[in-house]
Every structure is written in structure tokens, then in C-alpha cells.
């Protein structure tokens, strides 16, 4: 099978597998290569891949869908990071949960400035106007 992860900005993931293992709302599932065509909506968690020399791989995934049509396994997620074992997997989602909750505080900031400079165009208008 070929597994590719893609993300909104680029393609994470490109390369042959002999497995997937991820989690849909009603639990884990297993994609062989002989696997049905499938789609599935995936949680937030952890998807597990195995490469052709039979080495595992664990990718964190921020829900997403996964496609498989022949050979071909899309995941489309908007969130993912990749780690050698589940150690590793953990302290990278911790650090990159921090950057986006950072990112998010930034952005709401902003937001915030915006509003209150548009309510104050909005008042400088309505004085003017008036007098």
C-alpha cells in the first residue's frame, strides 16, 4: 500500500507500507494490503504504520479522514507529528500543542485589537456626525 498524510500546507507522509492501524469512533481498525476500498473518519490519537522492512512508525493525527481506494491510503488531517516510538510521540505533541495554543493566544490578540479598533471608528463616526 501507499500511505500519504496529507496536511492543509503540505504532504507529511509519502512512502510504501504493509500496514495502518488507526481509531474511528467505534474503535481501532487494521488496513492490510488486501483491505476492502474503505473510508473512515478518524479521532484525535494515534495512527501506526509499518514500513516495507517491517519497522513501526507512530504518527499523532488531530482527527481527520482516511480514504483507501486499491492501494492508495490518504489521510487528510489538518494536525500531525511523527515520532520513532511512543516516548518521543508524546514530548513532540506536548511541544506542539504548546506552539498552537501560543499561536491561538497570538491570533485572539489580534483579534481583540481589531474589534476595538473598529468600535472606535465606529464612536469617532457617530461624534462627528452628531456634531
Known sequence: ???KVL????????????KII?????GSFCLLPKHVDF???LLPGILTYVDE????????????????????????????VQGEDLGTLRQK?????E?????ERLARSAIARLEADILRHFVKQGVSADG
Open 93 to 97: 505533541v506536548i511541544e506542539q500543542f
Open 39 to 41: 473510508v473512515s473518519a
Open 22 to 26: 488507526a481509531e474511528a469512533e467505534n
Open 53 to 80: 522492512r517491517q519497522c513501526e512508525y507512530f504518527l499523532g493525527v488531530g482527527g481527520g479522514i482516511l480514504t483507501k481506494t486499491g492501494s492508495e491510503v490518504r489521510v487528510s488531517t489538518i494536525y500531525a
Open 99 to 103: 506552539i498552537m495554543n501560543e499561536r
Open 7 to 18: 496536511l492543509p500546507t503540505e504532504i507529511f507522509i509519502k512512502q510504501p507500507v504493509t
Open 1 to 3: 500500500m501507499n500511505l
